[in-house]
């Protein structure tokens, strides 16, 4: 059994920035694919980033590219969301999902290829 645990969101004003946390227990170096997700309220969930922890590639979904960066940290057993220039669009639920099904790129950023969830973390950003 994984167990994913998220911290750092939080309230912020638009242009702001955040980091989210998500430590992974087995350890990071265990699972093959780790992502942020998000859902806004009456949204679908939403790909954010993916990394591959064995080599540490980074894919990012489309609302990300520029402005968020995904890493991980193998002795703190943890994967980083930084995020910057936050736009109020940017508010919903963050999620840390790990363990991808397939490891074909195309469906990195689909929620259903995921085996493990955290309980998800705010993020609310005012204009």
């Not at 990394?51 to 990012?60: C, D, F, R, S």
């Amino acid at each position: 059994q994984v167990q994913l645990v998220e911290s750092g969101g939080g309230s912020v004003q638009a242009g702001g920035s955040l980091r989210l946390s998500c430590t992974a227990s087995p350890d990071i170096y265990r699972r093959n694919c780790m992502a942020w997700f998000r859902q806004a309220p009456g949204k679908e969930r939403e790909g954010v980033a993916v990394i591959y922890t064995p080599n540490g590639n980074t894919w990012l979904g489309d609302t990300a590219k520029g402005r968020f960066t995904i890493s991980q940290d193998y002795a703190k057993s943890t994967v980083y969301l930084q995020m910057i220039g936050l736009r109020p669009d940017d508010t919903a639920m963050y999620y840390c999902a790990a363990d991808c099904r397939s490891d074909r790129v195309s469906v990195y950023l689909t929620w259903n290829n995921y085996n493990y969830w955290g309980q998800g973390t705010q993020v609310t950003v005012s204009s």
